[in-house]
Structures are given as C-alpha cells and as structure tokens.
C-alpha cells in the first residue's frame, strides 16, 4: 500500500533536512530520502572535507614559514597523509552523523534511505516503498562532470568525491580545471608536498573574475611552485606504466604534462538522469538542472526544487537560502524570491578570495558610471603583522546613486571581512554609510572605509 505524507524531500543536502524539521515543526508528516550520505556534497566530499584539508595544509605552510616569524623548528616538515585524512573524516563523520540523528529525532519526519524516482507528479518510489504526495520537494545535488575528453575511459582519474579517500601524498598531481574547486585541491596538496600542476582550458584560471584577481590568484599558487598551464583547448589523456599524461594542444607532440595522478575539477553535473522527472513532468534545461522560477517552483504544481540541481546558484549558502525562501513562502506566505539573493561566495585558497555583487566587468558591460578604491594588502597593518601581505582589496560603487555594486578582498581574512560590504548591500545603505563606521583596528575590514576615500572613476 502506498504511504501518503504531507510533504517529500528527496536529498539530505543543504536545503533538504531544514526544510523537512521546519515543515514537521509545522504539523506537516515528512518523508525525506536519502541514497548515500547524510549532508550531502557539502558535509562529505565538498566544502567541509576540504576546508579541514586546506586547514592541514595552512599549518604545513605555516611551519614551513615558521622562520620568518622568528621560530626555530629542528628538523624538516612532514606532512602524514594518513593523520591528515582522518581528521578530515573525522569532521565530515561527525556533521554527517548529527545531520542523520537530527532527521531521526525529530517528530513527524520519517527518514528514509534509498534511492528515489519519481512514479508520477505526486508519488516517488524507493525500493519496494511507494511514497505519496502534493508536496515534493527536490534537493538531489550534483556530482563532478566527467567530459567526454580523448582517453578519459582509459586512465585512472580522481573527482572531487573518490579524492577523499587519498591517505597517501601523490607523486605530481595533474589538476585538471582552474576553477574554484581544482584550485583549493591544487594548493592543497602542493602544501602537503606533492608536485602540482593546473591544467585550464582558458587564457586565464577562474576565467570569471576580472583579470587582476584571476593574475593575483594564479601569482600567489606559483610563488608556492604550482605549475599553471592554460589555453589547454585540446586536452587528451594517456597512461603509461604507473604515469599519466595529459596533452594540451589540439597537434600532437606539443605541450605535454606527465604526472602521477590526476584530479578531474571542470565542473559539475545535477543528479537529475535517474530520478524519473519525465514520469512527473517536471522540466529540466539542456544541461539536465530543473528549471524553477523566482519562488523555485517547477513547471509542476507542488513540486519544488531547492539547491544546487535548479542552477540558480552553486553553493551551501545558496542552497540553504533556497529553503529559507520555500519554507518562508509556503508557510508564511512571505512572497520571498531568489531574486533578492545577493551574489557573494569565497575560494578558500589562501589567502583566501572574498567576493561579493559585480566584478569590474559586469559593471562595464552594464553602462553603469562607477568608482573603484583598490589597495595592496602589503598596505593593510593587519596583514603585515600576520607576514600575509599578497593579494589586495577592492570596491566598486555608483558614481551617481552611491549604492556598493561589488567588492573583492583577496588577502588574508578577505572570506570573513567581505562581510561588511555584503551586510551593507543587504540593507542597501549607501556607501558613504560606511565612511562614517567606526571599524576595529587593527583588522582588515577596517581599512574598507578607507578604500571608500580613495575612489576613482572605473576605466
Ligand atoms: C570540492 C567542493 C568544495 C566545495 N566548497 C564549497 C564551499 O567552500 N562553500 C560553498 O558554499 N560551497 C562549496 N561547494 C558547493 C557545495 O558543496 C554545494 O553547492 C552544496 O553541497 C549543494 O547542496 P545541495 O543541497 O544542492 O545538494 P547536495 O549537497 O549535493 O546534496 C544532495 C543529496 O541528495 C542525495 N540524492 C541525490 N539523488 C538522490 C535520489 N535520487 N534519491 C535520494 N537521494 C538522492 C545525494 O546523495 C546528496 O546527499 C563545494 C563543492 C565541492 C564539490
């Protein structure tokens, strides 16, 4: 017999296991679904496993350092993979075992564990289990895109999700992809003490950024002996014996990386091809992520899509956001949109890159006149105090409406100190609001009203 709930989730992502707790705080009966691990992308092989690996990574860079701050270290520096990777499960286990025990203790919400497909536009089945519903709401994620690039089927390759399990210190990683996600593994294990190099398509790594961040970044990785190779348009893999290459140029014979390893980092796929959408009718794009509206909503009444899998945005905080949004607006008729979400994300390399609203160029491209303040972190106190002097701040703002339109901070506290911007573009204050702040000394974000004084029109 089919089970009927007042809602479905199907996914223990980042929006999934709020919304199931808010609706059964709500007197709803929830049924949510899971098919691997509890948490999702984030807890288990994205932001949390990472960030405790770039934190392992950080002390090895420090102690490496460690002269420069006056402190004598005998011996060499030994990173231990194996100790390394069990304190990153260690953190990953744990958010993954609270996020399972929140699910099972909280009243009305049934968990289950499976895989669900959709039977039609109200029922999902798992298993032998037929679940029924008006409500469903879809938090399935995505997973690393594997490309279809020559040789690909014949190598041994790692992901974001199969290098989790690395207990081992790899000879000279291939990281294939310099975005965000290549470029954190990159410099991670660089610190860890295996040779690196970065392998981008594009003239550029993190082709998205205006070009002095992207030159900043890419400066800061070589300086640690990261070997960047970009305009990589036609990548090929080959073993041979125990190496990997990876030919960059569309003519054979030409620029050619060998390695031992290799990290495919070039984007991501949704969790969409077997979760049965065409049984409910639910529409997806051409890349496979389920078109919403605003209020992600799908094309189907009662269907929602929340997360990373309705491509309107690619993180743990967007995704939560998403919940806030559907929960808000069903159960408060909060006529909230994804629309008044602003654009903010870091890339925890360190130093680390805080970004918030346009870059340069999206403020180009939009005709609007615009002021900029820019300076070096090398003239930043807080940072010459730390010895972490690279990268920079800058901000840009309407020359003629005064609103912030975007701001970057790479440097050292830059994920924690674009805040500031990002909090006043939230309240929609004028800049000059921030001239007149007050900010702690000595800390990074203090220098941001200072920046605010130094503007000059954007080129
Ligand atoms: C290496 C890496 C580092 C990252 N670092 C950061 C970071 O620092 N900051 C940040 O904001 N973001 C980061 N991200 C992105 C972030 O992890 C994702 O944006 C976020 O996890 C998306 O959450 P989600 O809720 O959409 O889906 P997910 O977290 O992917 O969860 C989806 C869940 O659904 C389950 N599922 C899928 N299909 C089914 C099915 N048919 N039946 C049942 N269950 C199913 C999956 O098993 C999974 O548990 C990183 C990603 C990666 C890969």
Same mark, same amino acid.
């Given at each position: 017999?089919?089970?009927?709930?007042?809602?479905?989730?199907?996914?223990?992502?980042?929006?999934?296991?709020?919304?199931?707790?808010?609706?059964?705080?709500?007197?709803?009966?929830?049924?949510?679904?899971?098919?691997?691990?509890?948490?999702?992308?984030?807890?288990?092989?994205?932001?949390?496993?990472?960030?405790?690996?770039?934190?392992?990574?950080?002390?090895?860079?420090?102690?490496?350092?460690?002269?420069?701050?006056?402190?004598?270290?005998?011996?060499?520096?030994?990173?231990?993979?194996?100790?390394?990777?069990?304190?990153?499960?260690?953190?990953?286990?744990?958010?993954?075992?609270?996020?399972?025990?929140?699910?099972?203790?909280?009243?009305?919400?049934?968990?289950?564990?499976?895989?669900?497909?959709?039977?039609?536009? $109200?029922?999902?089945?798992?298993?032998?289990?037929?679940?029924?519903?008006?409500?469903?709401?879809?938090?399935?994620?995505?997973?690393?895109?594997?490309?279809?690039?020559?040789?690909?089927?014949?190598?041994?390759?790692?992901?974001? $999700?199969?290098?989790?399990?690395?207990?081992?210190?790899?000879?000279?990683? +291939?990281?294939?992809?310099?975005?965000?996600?290549?470029?954190?593994?990159?410099?991670?294990?660089?610190?860890?003490?295996?040779?690196?190099?970065?392998?981008?398509?594009?003239?550029?790594?993190?082709?998205?950024?205006?070009?002095?961040?992207?030159?900043?970044?890419?400066?800061?990785?070589?300086?640690?002996?990261?070997? +960047?190779?970009?305009?990589?348009?036609?990548?090929?893999?080959?073993? $041979?014996?125990?190496?990997?290459?990876?030919?960059?140029?569309?003519?054979?014979?030409?620029?050619?990386?060998?390695?031992?390893?290799?990290?495919?980092?070039?984007?991501?796929?949704?969790?969409?091809?077997?979760?049965?959408?065409?049984?409910?009718?639910?529409?997806?794009?051409?890349?496979?992520?389920?078109?919403?509206?605003?209020?992600?909503?799908?094309?189907?009444?009662?269907?929602?899509?929340?997360?990373?899998?309705?491509?309107?945005?690619?993180?743990?905080?967007?995704?939560?956001?998403?919940?806030?949004?559907?929960?808000?607006?069903?159960?408060?008729?909060?006529?909230?949109?994804?629309?008044?979400?602003?654009?903010?994300?870091?890339?925890?390399?360190?130093?680390?890159?805080?970004?918030?609203?346009?870059?340069?160029?999206?403020?180009?491209?939009?005709?609007?006149?615009?002021?900029?303040?820019?300076?070096?972190?090398?003239?930043?106190?807080?940072?010459?105090?730390?010895?972490?002097?690279?990268?920079?701040?800058?901000?840009?703002?309407?020359?003629?409406?005064?609103?912030?339109?975007?701001?970057?901070?790479?440097?050292?506290?830059?994920?924690?100190?674009?805040?500031?911007?990002?909090?006043?573009?939230?309240?929609?204050?004028?800049?000059?609001?921030?001239?007149?702040?007050?900010?702690?000394?000595?800390?990074?974000?203090?220098?941001?009203?200072?920046?605010?004084?130094?503007?000059?029109?954007?080129?």
């Amino acid at each position: 017999m089919n089970e009927r709930f007042d809602a479905i989730v199907i996914g223990t992502g980042q929006a999934g296991p709020a919304l199931a707790v808010r609706l059964a705080g709500a007197g709803q009966s929830v049924a949510i679904v899971e098919r691997k691990r509890f948490g999702g992308t984030c807890v288990n092989t994205g932001c949390m496993p990472t960030k405790t690996m770039v934190a392992s990574a950080y002390a090895a860079q420090l102690a490496r350092r460690a002269a420069d701050y006056g402190v004598t270290i005998e011996g060499s520096i030994a990173v231990d993979m194996k100790r390394v990777k069990a304190r990153k499960d260690s953190v990953a286990d744990t958010a993954s075992g609270n996020i399972a025990a929140w699910l099972r203790g909280t009243k009305g919400v049934t968990v289950i564990e499976g895989h669900a497909r959709f039977e039609s536009a $109200s029922a999902v089945r798992v298993g032998e289990r037929t679940l029924e519903s008006q409500q469903i709401f879809i938090n399935v994620g995505g997973r690393a895109l594997v490309p279809p690039m020559p040789g690909v089927a014949e190598v041994p390759y790692f992901t974001n $999700s199969s290098i989790m399990d690395v207990d081992f210190l790899p000879e000279h990683l +291939i990281v294939i992809g310099g975005s965000y996600i290549g470029l954190e593994f990159g410099q991670m294990y660089r610190r860890f003490g295996s040779r690196v190099t970065v392998v981008e398509k594009l003239p550029r790594i993190i082709v998205r950024e205006d070009q002095d961040v992207s030159e900043g970044v890419a400066g800061i990785l070589a300086a640690e002996g990261i070997a +960047i190779e970009t305009h990589a348009e036609c990548m090929a893999l080959s073993k $041979s014996g125990s190496e990997i290459s990876v030919s960059l140029d569309c003519e054979d014979g030409k620029r050619v990386v060998t390695g031992s390893h290799v990290l495919l980092a070039v984007g991501r796929r949704p969790n969409t091809d077997d979760l049965g959408l065409d049984r409910a009718g639910v529409a997806t794009d051409a890349r496979g992520f389920i078109v919403v509206d605003d209020m992600l909503r799908t094309n189907v009444s009662g269907i929602h899509a929340l997360g990373e899998v309705n491509a309107r945005g690619a993180f743990t905080h967007t995704a939560y956001n998403d919940y806030e949004i559907v929960a808000d607006n069903l159960l408060s008729n909060a006529g909230r949109s994804v629309r008044d979400r602003i654009n903010a994300y870091a890339l925890f390399v360190d130093p680390p890159l805080g970004r918030v609203g346009m870059s340069d160029g999206e403020i180009r491209q939009s005709g609007r006149r615009a002021l900029v303040g820019k300076r070096p972190m090398t003239r930043v106190g807080r940072a010459v105090e730390k010895g972490e002097t690279q990268g920079f701040m800058k901000i840009a703002v309407d020359a003629d409406t005064q609103e912030i339109l975007g701001a970057t901070i790479l440097g050292v506290g830059g994920d924690e100190a674009i805040h500031c911007v990002l909090d006043l573009m939230y309240a929609k204050a004028p800049y000059t609001a921030m001239q007149r702040m007050v900010h702690i000394h000595p800390t990074v974000a203090e220098l941001l009203p200072t920046l605010l004084g130094e503007l000059v029109p954007l080129q």
